[in-house]
């Protein structure tokens, strides 16, 4: 599988952003899919899931009710919208992706076997 991102970029407090993963892959799948994000000094977090197959989400707490993950099934690309961003959103955003199902809770990044290059958002 591999994953091209985009849609980074900077911003000021209260704008909005729209990332995009394109995921692409000689055989079927992925079947789940997911952004993480990291910060300078700080752990790759988190921040949403969805099941393609569903449309089934979830968000870390921090972004509930800013973020929406979302996907376009014709060609395997889900969707970051990021409303009300805050200088706390800041951080390098990988996509993450796996064919399989896992007992794993999604925010481990040992779930997830495929990620992109990573897109950098800045919010001041």
């Known amino acids: ?21 394109a995921a692409s892959a000689a055989t079927g799948g992925p079947f789940y899919m997911a952004y993480f ?11 949403a899931t969805i099941t393609l197959e569903t449309g089934n989400t979830d968000y870390a707490d921090s972004v509930k009710g800013r973020f929406t993950i979302s996907q376009d099934g014709a060609d395997n690309t889900v969707y970051l919208q990021m409303n009300d961003l805050k200088p706390e959103d800041t ?3 990988y996509c993450a992706a796996s064919r399989l199902g896992s007992t794993i809770n999604w925010r481990h990044e040992r779930r997830w ?3 992109g290059q990573g897109t950098q958002v800045t919010v001041s």
Do not use: D, I, T
């Not at 970029?9 to 909005?16: H, K, N, R, Y």
């Open 1 to 21: 599988v591999q994953l091209v991102e985009s849609g980074g970029g900077s911003v000021q407090a209260g704008e909005s952003l729209r990332l995009s993963c």
């Open 37 to 47: 994000r990291q910060a300078p000094g700080k752990e790759r977090e988190g921040v």
């Open 91 to 93: 951080a390098m955003y």
């Open 113 to 115: 076997g495929y990620w």
